[in-house]
């Protein structure tokens, strides 16, 4: 919670004009929409400290490796289409790659255990425990990495193009933004486009947004939380699954034990959802959007990348094979206050036993 | 082969009985001796051969690395066997060994031209092209036309297809047709459903249940969210399109008599929002024929999918080879590899387990070309009989199998959507849409 309040980007973000702090909680009710997600990646200024061995080698240069250019012709059975079969019926082991994990033992996240063990980081403010091995997996991947890796612009630009990643908050029984013992929060996707300014990039508060009850009915989660000095946390529930496609695929992902931290104002929210995002979930979910040709341009080996996922994962082991199925993470999110049309309860409620919506409208 | 011969003769004299209904959708537009119009079941009107085959062109599509596909005039298909990879889809490199090459066939094999008979002159949109090989072949809109081996009998478009898959694929072959007989304020777009009927700039239109001239039920909050489709002073009807007075000096669009409104809550990315609205329909020139009865549609995060009689979202299976003739590997006819290696990392037993194959029964019939039960031999992937020892009587839908997949663990899943190389548009799986509510193309 600390670090949230001592964030000089939260209190930017947090800004608020007096004309919407005047309005945006009504009735005991607030709306947020979520404009800004990406995986939580520590990075200093200086990639060399972060990765001395350097990053990760992609599609590209292992396919050089593989098959040199100044080598015989190989056959598309062995070159092209064994590389594909890999990536898309992928098995743990060794590749015959270095993999490379991010040095220095600071990472940002929950300590989702409640445990401090050899493989969990320090916070940047010196909280220990913390659980976040989808850095470790991910942290020298370039394409991973800001400013300008492929999966940073576009994984986050999708969360504010397109209309099947809008995912919003719906908090009540709120009596204040700043200390309230208990609170409801809702968790919805949302039908329209996004409100912004006249660049049409930055997107602002006070918009609306009508409830997808149709597709997006088995996306309703709810929540118990609590509000402390401005910051809502919330108990763990089961699964949060966050839609999101970046590239024209309905994928999603699923987070395991999802809970929130994140400060709250009539404007924003600001903070991180962690819990265990689901392996081959989250390895698809890449995969499916990206393909290999996208990969390539971020230096990402899916073949690589899935094999270290799965030495890394440390959640939810198989019932029978005791292999970890989730990896611990936490992603850095933004929202921004949106009014939402909030549905009938009733219908919502008639909405969960498997109805079909049509019928039910 | 005589009965296939017969029935085939019957269906051309079927096609011209009913070719007054084909110009009351489309343009009856020049063309030469020969070349035909005939209703399809998945891409509305073709032109067609003497031999009633769908007639293609191939375009020229910018791939990733380069183009590929035949300019305006100018032919590129020719009966030379390719040997290498042309290197047009990133990130793999050229020069690499195509499969089967001791079988493979020259792009004249798959895709016959259409050549011109001696004497015949261009008409109209057709020209007459002439190849390297001294070939003279006719054009449509200056493209060269083929026919395609896939195509077995009169009213197949086995080979092709005018739907919009997204550009990540191969260079596809595309049937060709007359122009829908729609005013200029129209368009019409190939979708699941058959010609969905636009307007010039991409909004859905709609019908109310019941309306027609004289009897306008939308008026007062209706006009809230439904705008009529007004038409200018010296708009004129056209085929089943027509204007109806709505008010004094008011004049709306109308389609086989039925007033036209747009919605005004239609996102630009889900034509069909409106068609939710109780007593409110899209409007198609044409449609396509139901999926067999033992099939579903189910709703998922995105929109709604075809599904199996368990409610298994169906998939299709896509595939272009990275030659320069960009030929198909995608029917059981052609090379298997592509579909093992993504299936089942070239495993036919694992692709089994990942991809299932959806049993037909076996008395089941479709009751149309688009779906079919055939006998399919699942350790090699190609056409088999009845009787043969492992074969599998499964659903295809234009000639090429279905499968469901192994993560969709419930209704509704997508877990398949996008398997394989390009987002599964270039060697992969896609779900079968019904109804895409977040993206354009499908």
Same mark, same amino acid.
Request: hydrophobic share 35%; aromatic share 10%; glycine share 10%.
């Given at each position: 919670?600390?670090?949230?309040?001592?964030?000089?980007?939260?209190?930017?973000?947090?800004?608020?004009?007096?004309?919407?702090?005047?309005?945006? @909680?009504?009735?005991?009710?607030?709306?947020?929409?979520?404009?800004?997600?990406?995986?939580?990646?520590?990075?200093?200024?200086?990639?060399?400290?972060?990765?001395?061995?350097?990053?990760?080698?992609?599609? /590209?240069?292992?396919?050089?490796?593989?098959?040199?250019?100044?080598?015989?012709?190989?056959?598309?059975?062995?070159?092209?289409?064994?590389?594909?079969?890999?990536?898309?019926?992928?098995?743990?082991?060794?590749? &015959?790659?270095?993999?490379?994990?991010?040095?220095? &033992?600071?990472?940002?996240?929950?300590?989702?255990?409640?445990?401090?063990?050899?493989?969990?980081?320090?916070?940047?403010?010196?909280?220990?425990?913390?659980?976040?091995?989808?850095?470790?997996?991910?942290?020298?991947?370039?394409?991973?990495?800001?400013?300008?890796?492929?999966?940073?612009?576009?994984?986050?630009?999708?969360?504010?193009?397109? /209309?099947?990643?809008?995912?919003?908050?719906?908090?009540?029984?709120?009596?204040? @933004?700043?200390?309230?013992?208990?609170?409801?929060?809702?968790?919805?996707?949302?039908?329209? /486009?996004?409100?912004?300014?006249?660049?049409?990039?930055?997107?602002?508060?006070?918009?609306s947004?009508r409830?997808?009850?149709?597709?997006?009915?088995?996306?309703?989660?709810?929540?118990?939380?609590?509000?402390?000095?401005?910051? @809502?946390?919330?108990?763990?529930?089961?699964?949060?699954?966050?839609?999101?496609?970046? @590239?024209?695929?309905?994928?999603?992902?699923?987070?395991?034990?999802?809970?929130?931290?994140?400060?709250?104002?009539?404007?924003?929210?600001?903070?991180?959802? &962690?819990?265990?995002?689901?392996?081959?979930?989250?390895?698809?979910?890449?995969?499916?959007?990206?393909?290999?040709?996208?990969?390539?341009?971020?230096?990402?080996?899916?073949?690589?990348?899935?094999?270290?996922?799965?030495?890394?994962?440390?959640?939810?082991?198989?019932?029978?094979?005791?292999?970890?199925?989730?990896?611990?993470?936490?992603?850095?999110?933004?929202?921004?206050?949106?009014?939402?049309n909030?549905?009938d309860?009733?219908?919502?409620?008639?909405?969960?036993?498997?109805?079909?919506?049509?019928?039910?409208e | 082969?005589?009965?296939?011969?017969?029935?085939?003769?019957?269906?051309?004299?079927?096609?011209?009985?009913?070719?007054?209904?084909?110009?009351?959708?489309?343009?009856?537009?020049?063309?030469?001796?020969?070349?035909?119009?005939?209703?399809?079941?998945?891409?509305?009107?073709?032109?067609?051969?003497?031999?009633?085959?769908?007639?293609?062109?191939?375009?020229?599509?910018?791939?990733?690395?380069?183009?590929?596909?035949? *300019?305006?005039?100018?032919?590129?298909?020719?009966? %030379?066997?390719?040997?290498?990879? +042309?290197?047009?889809?990133?990130?793999?490199?050229?020069?690499?060994?195509?499969?089967?090459?001791?079988?493979?066939?020259?792009?004249?094999?798959?895709?016959?031209?259409?050549?011109?008979?001696?004497?015949?002159?261009?008409?109209?949109?057709?020209?007459?092209?002439?190849?390297?090989?001294?070939?003279?072949?006719?054009?449509?809109?200056?493209?060269?036309?083929?026919?395609?081996?896939?195509?077995?009998?009169?009213?197949?478009?086995?080979?092709?297809?005018?739907?919009?898959?997204?550009?990540?694929?191969?260079?596809?072959?595309?049937?060709?047709?007359?122009?829908?007989?729609?005013?200029?304020?129209?368009?019409?777009?190939?979708? +699941?459903?058959?010609?969905?009927?636009?307007?010039?700039?991409?909004?859905?239109?709609y019908i109310l249940n019941g309306e027609?001239?004289?009897q306008i039920r939308c008026t007062g909050d209706c006009l809230d969210s439904w705008q009529p489709l007004t038409?200018?002073?010296?708009?004129?009807?056209?085929?089943?399109?027509?204007?109806?007075?709505r008010s004094?000096?008011v004049?709306q669009?109308?389609?086989?008599? *039925?007033p036209l409104y747009t919605y005004s809550l239609d996102?630009?990315?889900?034509?069909?929002v409106g068609s939710d609205v109780s007593g409110w329909s899209?409007?198609?020139?044409?449609?396509?024929?139901?999926?067999?009865?033992?099939?579903?549609? *189910?709703?998922?995060?995105?929109?709604?999918?075809?599904?199996?009689?368990?409610?298994?979202?169906?998939?299709?299976?896509?595939?272009?080879?990275?030659?320069?003739?960009?030929?198909?590997?995608?029917?059981?006819?052609?090379?298997?590899?592509?579909?093992?290696?993504?299936?089942?990392?070239?495993?036919?037993?694992?692709?089994?387990?990942?991809?299932?194959?959806?049993? +037909?029964?076996?008395?089941?019939?479709?009751?149309?070309?688009?779906?079919? +039960?055939?006998?399919?031999?699942?350790?090699?992937?190609?056409?088999?009989?009845?009787?043969?020892?492992?074969?599998?009587?499964?659903?295809?839908?234009?000639?090429?199998?279905?499968?469901?997949?192994?993560?969709?663990?419930?209704?509704?899943?997508?877990?398949?959507?996008?398997?394989?190389?390009?987002?599964?548009?270039?060697?992969?799986?896609?779900?079968?849409? %019904?109804?895409?509510?977040?993206?354009?193309?499908?």
């Amino acid at each position: 919670m600390r670090r949230l309040i001592l964030s000089t980007a939260t209190a930017g973000l947090l800004t608020a004009p007096a004309s919407a702090e005047q309005t945006a @909680l009504r009735n005991g009710e607030i709306g947020y929409v979520l404009t800004s997600l990406y995986w939580s990646i520590y990075q200093s200024d200086d990639n060399s400290r972060d990765c001395p061995n350097g990053f990760n080698s992609g599609p /590209r240069q292992q396919y050089e490796a593989l098959f040199p250019s100044d080598g015989p012709a190989p056959s598309i059975v062995d070159a092209r289409l064994d590389l594909e079969g890999q990536t898309w019926n992928p098995e743990p082991g060794d590749d &015959g790659f270095p993999f490379y994990e991010p040095q220095g &033992g600071i990472a940002r996240g929950f300590d989702l255990d409640g445990q401090a063990t050899e493989e969990d980081y320090r916070s940047p403010e010196g909280e220990p425990g913390i659980d976040n091995q989808l850095f470790r997996t991910v942290g020298c991947i370039i394409g991973f990495r800001g400013p300008d890796g492929v999966e940073f612009i576009f994984e986050n630009k999708a969360i504010k193009d397109e /209309r099947y990643n809008r995912l919003m908050l719906h908090l009540e029984d709120v009596d204040s @933004l700043e200390n309230d013992p208990e609170v409801t929060v809702t968790v919805y996707r949302g039908l329209d /486009r996004l409100l912004t300014d006249a660049s049409g990039e930055r997107v602002v508060p006070g918009g609306s947004q009508r409830v997808d009850l149709r597709w997006g009915k088995s996306l309703i989660r709810e929540l118990d939380g609590k509000i402390e000095d401005g910051v @809502l946390t919330t108990e763990p529930i089961e699964d949060l699954i966050i839609p999101w496609m970046n @590239l024209s695929v309905p994928s999603f992902q699923q987070i395991k034990e999802m809970r929130l931290e994140l400060a709250l104002n009539e404007t924003g929210a600001k903070g991180m959802i &962690g819990g265990y995002a689901d392996v081959e979930t989250w390895y698809r979910q890449l995969m499916r959007n990206d393909s290999t040709h996208h990969l390539s341009n971020g230096d990402i080996s899916a073949i690589s990348l899935y094999k270290q996922l799965r030495r890394t994962a440390d959640g939810h082991p198989h019932p029978e094979t005791g292999a970890m199925t989730s990896i611990s993470t936490a992603l850095d999110a933004e929202f921004v206050q949106v009014f939402i049309n909030a549905p009938d309860e009733t219908k919502v409620s008639s909405r969960t036993n498997g109805e079909s919506p049509s019928e039910s409208e | 082969m005589i009965l296939r011969s017969f029935i085939a003769s019957l269906l051309v004299l079927l096609a011209s009985a009913s070719a007054q209904d084909v110009f009351d959708l489309y343009k009856d537009e020049p063309r030469p001796e020969g070349i035909s119009v005939r209703m399809t079941e998945l891409e509305g009107a073709v032109f067609t051969d003497e031999a009633g085959h769908t007639l293609y062109t191939w375009p020229q599509h910018l791939l990733r690395n380069g183009y590929s596909g035949e *300019q305006k005039g100018r032919i590129e298909c020719y009966d %030379i066997v390719r040997t290498k990879t +042309a290197g047009l889809m990133s990130p793999y490199p050229p020069g690499v060994l195509l499969p089967e090459l001791d079988t493979r066939p020259s792009c004249t094999d798959l895709w016959r031209p259409v050549l011109v008979l001696e004497g015949a002159e261009p008409i109209g949109k057709w020209s007459i092209v002439e190849g390297q090989d001294g070939r003279r072949q006719w054009a449509y809109d200056e493209q060269p036309v083929y026919t395609s081996h896939l195509d077995q009998e009169p009213g197949d478009t086995t080979g092709g297809t005018k739907r919009r898959y997204g550009g990540e694929g191969a260079a596809a072959r595309n049937p060709i047709g007359p122009p829908p007989r729609v005013p200029p304020a129209f368009r019409v777009m190939t979708t +699941a459903h058959g010609g969905l009927v636009m307007t010039r700039d991409a909004r859905s239109v709609y019908i109310l249940n019941g309306e027609s001239e004289g009897q306008i039920r939308c008026t007062g909050d209706c006009l809230d969210s439904w705008q009529p489709l007004t038409a200018p002073a010296l708009a004129r009807g056209d085929g089943l399109f027509s204007l109806v007075e709505r008010s004094p000096g008011v004049r709306q669009w109308a389609f086989r008599g *039925q007033p036209l409104y747009t919605y005004s809550l239609d996102s630009g990315e889900d034509w069909m929002v409106g068609s939710d609205v109780s007593g409110w329909s899209n409007v198609y020139l044409w449609e396509t024929p139901e999926p067999p009865e033992e099939f579903t549609a *189910q709703d998922t995060i995105a929109g709604q999918v075809l599904a199996d009689a368990q409610g298994r979202t169906i998939y299709l299976y896509s595939c272009g080879d990275d030659s320069i003739d960009q030929l198909g590997c995608d029917h059981p006819t052609d090379p298997q590899v592509y579909r093992l290696a993504i299936c089942g990392r070239g495993d036919p037993e694992v692709c089994q387990e990942n991809w299932h194959y959806v049993p +037909a029964k076996d008395d089941a019939e479709s009751g149309s070309r688009a779906w079919r +039960a055939v006998w399919i031999d699942p350790m090699t992937g190609r056409f088999s009989d009845a009787g043969v020892e492992g074969a599998m009587r499964v659903w295809a839908y234009r000639d090429r199998p279905v499968y469901t997949y192994f993560l969709d663990e419930k209704p509704g899943d997508v877990r398949g959507d996008a398997t394989g190389e390009w987002r599964g548009g270039r060697n992969g799986l896609k779900a079968y849409w %019904i109804r895409n509510a977040y993206f354009r193309g499908q």
